[in-house]
């Protein structure tokens, strides 16, 4: 006997840490049920309040609507505006103002029903209230503590009304009857808390398993970006944030050369350094194929996003794969501290990464992001290596037609392409200077599939320099002493004014 109750005692206790790891982890589920319930009550209370008047005064000799019936139809017109608001906003409602709204509706609706109990038919035995505080777990989840709460707060109300205008045999059933119900609601809150708590932890568990990648075990391409979109949707505004693109190097080789099933155990083996590589919080996906994602909210150290670049990529060559040759990666990351969208996030670490590939492999580019501007007038973005230079007065001639932008390093240049491909009109590349890279800025414009119809204006100091450029894709080639009215009249050709 003893140990049967030993044991029915461990199974309450199991199912008391059941029910509170369901508030733990699953408290925006519980947010959106109580609010749909609500809509459903709200709808039900409304039929009632139409209907059970009829059939009130059609049964039951000397029936008359009352100010409580009246007081019904007003607590619904005004729950119908609020719920009109709240299905519309649903997500972004929090979990006390859910349940401030869920316990102000059952707490009036309650009022109400006590109102009607004694005022209606005040000879007879209450039956509405009993019956609500029956119903009460069933519409509303909620934690064993406040149920018992706002149900005695109820129960409170519903005996000083009922004792002082009803007789006191009368007052008597009606308590029997409330406090029945109360056991009953009590017993019934616990066993639907027990099932919904399985219910709920089960569905959470199946929707975190079917966002994993089954290979990886890092998150895969729908819950990945669903979670990026979700931090963005509720970013403070300007708060930096790093996005990381990360693409395996030579990975179609590994499948052809070693077979499919080395190249899944690389893959498995790069999700686990992921994982085993970032914080907690930061959010891990693959994106596609051989292509990675990492998200970091709160980064805005360019010097901290390349140093942990830089160790992945230390960490990936330790992989052997069993062809003798160290493994590597290419990785293209932007710090956003804008006001940029997700998707335009990713879409500038994207180019990032084009830019490491065409560098060649275990590369690494990183861009720092601002804020991005809407420009009155056409973009021309003016690159050099040098403040000064052979085509400083172009800038000065065009000002008056062209919002000019400047660009002196390789990554400032391709940065400012990326946030601003789609507004500028004309590139100015000046060449020769090899520190800054003009060539490689050239060739990266000029096979990037959404910058390829950028037209280029390439200023050299030689013909053979102009010759270069123009081989390597320039829309045209002019040298510095160029007189100014060919210039102008090529920007012309070029923009199309």
Not at 16 to 26: G, S
């Amino acid at each position: 006997m003893f140990k049967r109750f030993f044991n029915l005692g461990k199974f309450q206790k199991a199912e008391n840490e059941l029910i509170l790891k369901y508030f733990a982890e699953c408290m925006k589920t519980i947010n959106r049920d109580n609010l749909y319930m609500l809509r459903k009550a709200c709808m039900y209370t409304a039929w009632g309040a139409i209907f059970m008047p009829i059939l009130g005064t059609l049964i039951v000799p000397g029936y008359k609507i009352n100010i409580g019936h009246l007081l019904l139809i007003v607590l619904i017109i005004v729950y119908y505006n609020i719920n009109r608001y709240t299905r519309e906003h649903e997500w972004e409602i929090s979990t006390n103002a859910t349940g401030t709204i869920c316990g102000l509706f059952y707490f009036a609706l309650s009022c109400i029903f006590v109102y009607l109990d004694v005022t209606d038919i005040s000879g007879a035995q209450a039956i509405w209230t009993p019956m609500l505080i029956v119903l009460f777990p069933m519409l509303y989840i909620d934690r064993m503590y406040k149920y018992g709460m706002e149900e005695l707060a109820i129960i409170i109300i519903f005996g000083l009304t009922s004792f002082y205008v009803k007789p006191y045999d009368i007052f008597t059933r009606d308590m029997y009857m409330i406090l029945a119900a109360y056991v009953l609601s009590m017993l019934s809150a616990h066993i639907i808390l027990a099932m919904r708590s399985s219910e709920g932890l089960a569905m959470q568990e199946l929707k975190k398993s079917s966002s994993l990648d089954k290979l990886t075990h890092v998150l895969n391409k729908g819950a990945l970006l669903q979670k990026i979109d979700d931090f963005y949707e509720n970013r403070e505004p300007y708060r930096g944030c790093a996005m990381c693109v990360i693409d395996l190097d030579d990975f179609k080789q590994v499948n052809d050369n070693l077979g499919h099933s080395t190249g899944d155990l690389l893959l498995e083996r790069v999700g686990q350094l992921l994982i085993d590589s970032f914080r907690a919080y930061d959010i891990i996906g693959r994106y596609g194929g051989d292509e990675f994602v990492v998200f970091m909210p709160n980064m805005e150290d360019i010097a901290t996003l390349q140093m942990r670049c830089r160790t992945l990529q230390m960490f990936l060559t330790d992989f052997s794969v069993g062809n003798g040759k160290p493994f590597s990666v290419s990785i293209g990351a932007i710090i956003d501290r804008g006001n940029n969208s997700a998707d335009e996030a990713f879409r500038m670490a994207d180019d990032a990464l084009y830019k490491s590939k065409l560098d060649g492999k275990n590369c690494c580019t990183t861009w720092q992001v601002e804020t991005s501007h809407k420009f009155d007038k056409p973009v021309l973005l003016g690159i050099s290596g040098r403040k000064k230079t052979g085509m400083e007065y172009l800038y000065t001639e065009e000002q008056g037609r062209f919002e000019i932008l400047s660009a002196f390093t390789e990554n400032n240049a391709l940065c400012y392409i990326s946030q601003y491909h789609r507004q500028i009109k004309l590139i100015v590349l000046e060449m020769d200077v090899d520190e800054y890279g003009s060539e490689k800025i050239l060739r990266y414009i000029k096979t990037r599939a959404g910058f390829v119809d950028i037209p280029v204006l390439a200023v050299a100091s030689s013909e053979a320099s102009a010759r270069t450029a123009k081989e390597l894709g320039a829309n045209a080639a002019l040298t510095f002493d160029t007189e100014n009215e060919l210039y102008r009249d090529t920007i012309n050709q070029l923009v199309g004014m």
